[in-house]
């Protein structure tokens, strides 16, 4: 199995790569990493986020062009105006040398209706011209008013994403261990030296021992040591370890960890079986995670196969041939 790639440097794109998928198409080969598009990372932040910013790739990217004929239509009208003025004219003068009396006063009743004729022309083109004035004001103001709506809406949304980005900065170097057992005793001093012994060993048994470990808590309320499982579903009365909290020194350590930790289901020791690690996430991107997950699980309800979460995207791994 294999995952999407780069289709500028041809860079395999991981949980961890900086990359965006095309938001149109969605297609497999629509993938860019951040460095090839020149994406600061605030930017990429924001665009990742699921804000009204989107990216496209080159097949989708639109072409959007709105000509200004208004001006070109009122300038035909007139020249056709100017046309008829002077064909009028032309015929004024032939009938001078050479109508009889009769037949110049039926042209001139002709002459005179199509003055008249020519003068309403005038009046709807002038009409026209206004109604096309008002318009262009109208537009000016509703413009005025969505680009008025588009800015507050850009800083509303700048600020969410800056309380975001400052979120995951301060969680970058967690992870969360979910199933590491937890002592029973009443001394919180004995559970923390219990955990220690249990951390210590779980990094050995994933050749982790040169990750440095900053800080370790277990989250949610211990009472009498079981964990609160109101509204869990579960009817079991032995005691439910809580998640762990660990504080690393550096990402490169929490990434090297979080690659790691898969192996713990391969150990033969039966402690690790029902422990596993993920990424400290924001309360957005829980959501967001809890949301694909369910989308996940629908698709392949339905008979999808080789799906995976990605970069905050479902996609479909492809095979190696």
């Keep these: 199995m294999s995952v999407p ?35 600061s990372n605030e930017l990429y932040d924001q665009l990742l986020l699921g804000s ?7 097949k989708c990217e639109p072409r959007i062009s709105a000509p200004e004929q208004y001006d070109t239509k009122l300038d035909q009208i007139t020249s056709m105006l100017e046309m008829l003025i002077s064909k009028t004219d032309s015929i004024e003068e032939k009938i001078n040398e050479k109508a009889d009396k009769s037949d110049l006063e039926s042209l001139e009743v002709r002459v005179q209706t199509l003055e008249a ?12 011209k206004e ?10 103001s509703r413009t005025d008013t969505v680009k008025d709506y588009v800015e507050k809406a850009v ?28 002592s029973t005793s009443d001394d919180k001093d004995i559970r923390s030296a219990g955990d220690a012994e249990l951390l210590t060993n779980m990094l050995e048994e994933l050749d982790c021992k040169d990750v440095q470990v900053m ?51 391969t150990i033969e020791d039966g402690v690790w ?24 699980k ?9 799906l995976a979460i990605i970069n905050g995207k479902i996609v479909r791994k492809t095979q190696k041939h």
């Excluded at 079986?273 to 996940?296: M, S």
Aim: aromatic share 2%; net charge positive; glycine share 4%.
């Design 5 to 39: 790639s780069c289709s500028a440097c041809g860079a395999v794109v991981t949980q961890d790569t900086r990359a965006l998928q095309c938001d149109v198409c969605v297609n497999d080969e629509a993938w860019k990493c951040a460095s090839c598009l020149n994406l």
């Design 155 to 182: 800083e509303v949304k700048t600020q969410e994403s800056r309380e975001e980005i400052d979120d995951r900065e301060r969680r970058k170097t967690s992870v969360i261990v979910h199933g590491l057992p937890e």
């Design 117 to 128: 004729d020519n003068n309403v022309t005038k009046q709807k083109v002038s009409d026209i």
């Design 273 to 296: 079986r029902k422990v596993f690690l993920h990424q400290d996430l924001t309360v957005k991107e829980r959501e967001t995670r809890k949301a694909l997950v369910l989308e996940l």
């Design 52 to 58: 009204e910013l989107k990216w496209m790739c080159n």
């Design 131 to 140: 109604a096309l004035e008002t318009l262009s004001e109208e537009n000016k």
């Design 215 to 265: 800080k370790s808590i277990r989250l949610g309320k211990y009472t009498n040591g079981m964990q609160d499982t109101t509204n869990t579903g579960s009817s079991s009365t032995e005691p439910k370890p809580r998640p762990v909290k660990l504080v690393l020194s550096s990402e490169n350590e929490k990434n090297k960890l979080l690659k790691l930790s898969k192996n713990l289901k």
């Design 298 to 306: 629908r698709r392949v309800a339905l008979g999808e196969q080789d």
